[in-house]
Nanobody, 122 residues
């Protein structure tokens, strides 16, 4: 079992940067693939980025490719999402999640954080 707590969200202007963090409890963090998802009001939760167990493989949604970077520190039990050149359409609640398989489908993730709000003003 792993518990996840996100932090780092906030209100920023378009073009700014934010770094989200997700801290995991327990000593099994390296056994999980970690993903970031987001959900905007009135929309379904969507995939943002995923990173493999040791960080060797990453994948991104087309909408964030080249602007967002996912990384992890297994020693600290933390996954990060560096978000640059933010756009108003990036406004959403951002969730980190843990899976035992390298997947981008939210249904494959069994553990979720509570989410952190990111709001980008134009």
């Amino acid at each position: 079992q792993v518990q996840l707590v996100e932090s780092g969200g906030g209100l920023v202007q378009a073009g700014a940067s934010l770094r989200l963090s997700c801290a995991a409890s327990g000593r099994t963090f390296s056994r999980y693939v970690m993903g970031w998802f987001r959900q905007a009001p009135g929309k379904e939760r969507e995939f943002v980025a995923v990173i493999s167990w040791r960080g060797g493989n990453t994948n991104y949604a087309d909408s964030v490719k080249g602007r967002f970077t996912i990384s992890r520190d297994n020693a600290r039990g933390t996954v990060y999402l560096q978000m640059n050149s933010l756009k108003p359409e990036d406004t959403a609640v951002y969730y980190c999640a843990a899976s035992t398989t390298l997947e981008i489908r939210a249904s494959e993730y069994n553990h979720w954080g509570q989410g952190t709000q990111v709001t980008v003003s134009s």
